[in-house]
C-alpha cells in the first residue's frame, strides 16, 4: 500500500479500468516476472491498428521481432525508466567485446543513421562527400543540409560500385573532399564491395581522407569475398565503420547503432551525437550482440525466403540483382512508380523510387505470409501488363 491507501498494482489496474479503451492488459511491469511480461508481449502481436494489417516490405526491417532474450532484458531495463544515471548494461564494452577493438574506438548512435549524420556534420560541412548512386541517400541529402554537397558516380553496368572511379574522383576533388561514403552491401541494390576492392579503395586515395564504410546489412552475406572493415580501423587508418541494431537484431523502432572508427576520428564526431540513448535498448542492445542464435536463424530464414522470391520472379521472366542482404531489387521493364502505388491498395508496402534505377523495385524480405501477399500482388500487378506489352 502506498500512504494514498492505494497499492501499485491496484494503481496500475484502476487507471487501466478508468481509461476503458484497453481492450488487452497493459504491460503491468509490477505484476508479473520480466519473463511473463516479454511472452505477452509477443503473444499481443495481434492486430490492433491498421498498419499492423498491411505487409511492409519497404524498409528492410526484420520481420520478425527481437527475440525473448532481448525482450528480457528490455523489459528488465524499465526500472530505470525513471532515472538518468542508469546502468547501462555495459553496452559499450560489449560492442568493443564484439570487435575485439578498445571502448575507445566506439561511438553509440540513436540508429547509425545518427551516425552517417554525425560524419556528414563532422567531415563534409561545406565539403563534398564522394559515393556512388543509387546508395542510402539520406548521407547526401545530410551532407547538402550542413552546406555541403555530393559527387555521386554511377554503378558499373552490373549494378557494382565502380572502385576506381571513387579513387579518381577523389584524387581529382581531394581539396573539396570530406569524406568517401562506401555502403556496403550497397542499398538499394544489396551488392557487395569485396574485401581486396575495399583494400583497393583505401590504398588507392590520400591516405588522411576519412572514408565512413556502412555496414547495416553486414549480418546477411553470405559471399566468403566479403568482410568488414574494422581490421582497417585497428591499423590506424581514417574508416569509421557503421553497424546498427535495427535490421538483425530486430530494433528499429528502438534506435541504437554505434561506429567504429581510430579515438581521433570519434573525438571529432562525438561532439554531434545527441548521446540521448534510452536505458531499455542498450539493455536489448547487450542481450541482442550474446543472442548469436536468434540472429542466425534471422539469417536463415530470411535467405530462404529471398531466395525462393528471387527464383518465383525469375520463372516469371523478370531479372532480379543478386542480392547479399534481406532485400532484392527486382527489374519491372517498368516505371516504379505507378506500381508501388498499385501495391500499396493491396496492403503491401514496397520500396520507394532510387532514381536513376527507375524500372527497378526493391523488396524488403518480410516473413513467410507477407512474401505469400507480395508475389499474389505482383502476378496481378504485373502479368496483364507483361501479356500485353508482348502481345498475348
Ligand atoms: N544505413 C543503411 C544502408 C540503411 O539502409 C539504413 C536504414 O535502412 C541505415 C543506415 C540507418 O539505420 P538505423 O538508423 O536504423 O540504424
Known amino acids: 500500500m502506498s500512504k494514498y491507501g492505494i497499492s501499485r498494482r491496484g494503481f496500475v489496474a484502476g487507471m487501466a479500468s478508468a481509461a476503458g479503451v484497453l481492450t488487452t492488459r497493459p504491460l503491468d511491469l509490477f505484476a508479473e516476472s ?49 532515472r538518468y544515471g542508469y546502468p547501462d548494461g555495459g553496452i559499450t564494452e560489449e560492442i568493443a567485446k564484439h570487435h575485439g577493438v578498445k571502448t575507445e574506438n566506439v561511438l553509440l548512435a540513436a540508429g547509425s543513421g545518427e551516425i552517417l549524420d554525425v560524419v556528414g556534420t563532422a567531415f563534409a560541412s561545406e565539403k563534398k562527400v564522394v559515393g556512388v548512386e543509387p546508395s542510402y541517400g539520406f548521407v547526401y541529402s545530410h551532407v547538402a543540409s550542413v552546406k555541403g554537397g555530393a559527387i555521386t558516380l554511377p554503378l558499373t553496368s552490373d549494378y557494382r560500385q565502380d572502385i576506381g572511379a571513387l579513387i579518381n574522383t577523389t584524387k581529382r576533388h581531394y581539396r573539396d573532399v570530406g569524406f568517401v561514403y562506401l555502403c556496403n552491401p550497397n542499398n538499394p541494390t544489396g551488392r557487395i564491395v569485396t574485401k581486396a576492392e575495399v583494400k583497393q579503395l583505401l590504398d588507392g586515395i590520400p591516405e588522411d581522407m576519412p572514408v565512413l564504410i556502412d555496414e547495416a546489412y553486414f549480418h546477411f552475406v553470405e559471399d566468403p569475398s566479403y568482410g568488414t572493415a574494422v581490421p582497417y580501423v585497428l591499423e590506424g587508418r581514417p574508416v569509421i565503420v557503421t553497424r546498427t541494431f535495427s535490421k538483425i537484431a530486430a530494433l528499429a523502432g528502438m ?111 518480410g516473413n513467410p505470409d507477407e512474401m505469400k501477399r507480395f508475389a499474389a500482388a505482383f502476378r496481378e500487378i504485373m502479368l496483364p501488363a507483361t501479356k500485353a506489352a508482348s502481345g498475348s
Open 255 to 365: 534506435r541504437l547503432g554505434y561506429a567504429i572508427a581510430t579515438p581521433d576520428l570519434i573525438a571529432q564526431m562525438r561532439p554531434f551525437v545527441s548521446d540521448s540513448i534510452s536505458a531499455v535498448v542498450k539493455w536489448g542492445g547487450v542481450a541482442a550482440l550474446k543472442d548469436t542464435a536468434a540472429q542466425a536463424h534471422v539469417k536463415q530464414v530470411t535467405l530462404d525466403l529471398r531466395k525462393k522470391a528471387t527464383a518465383d520472379l525469375q520463372s516469371l521472366g523478370f531479372s532480379v540483382i543478386p542480392s547479399e542482404t534481406n532485400f532484392f531489387m527486382v527489374d519491372l521493364k517498368r516505371p516504379v512508380k505507378p506500381v508501388i502505388a498499385e501495391f500499396e491498395k493491396k496492403g503491401v508496402l514496397v520500396g520507394r523510387p532510387f532514381p536513376p534505377m527507375d524500372q527497378h523495385l526493391r523488396v524488403s524480405v
Open 34 to 82: 520480466p519473463e511473463a511480461a516479454a511472452r505477452r508481449l509477443r503473444e499481443r502481436r495481434p492486430a490492433e491498428d491498421p498498419y499492423d494489417l498491411l505487409a511492409k516490405l519497404s524498409f528492410n526491417e526484420n520481420p520478425y521481432g527481437p527475440p525473448e532474450s532481448v525482450l528480457k532484458a528490455m523489459t528488465t531495463a524499465f526500472k530505470y525508466a525513471n
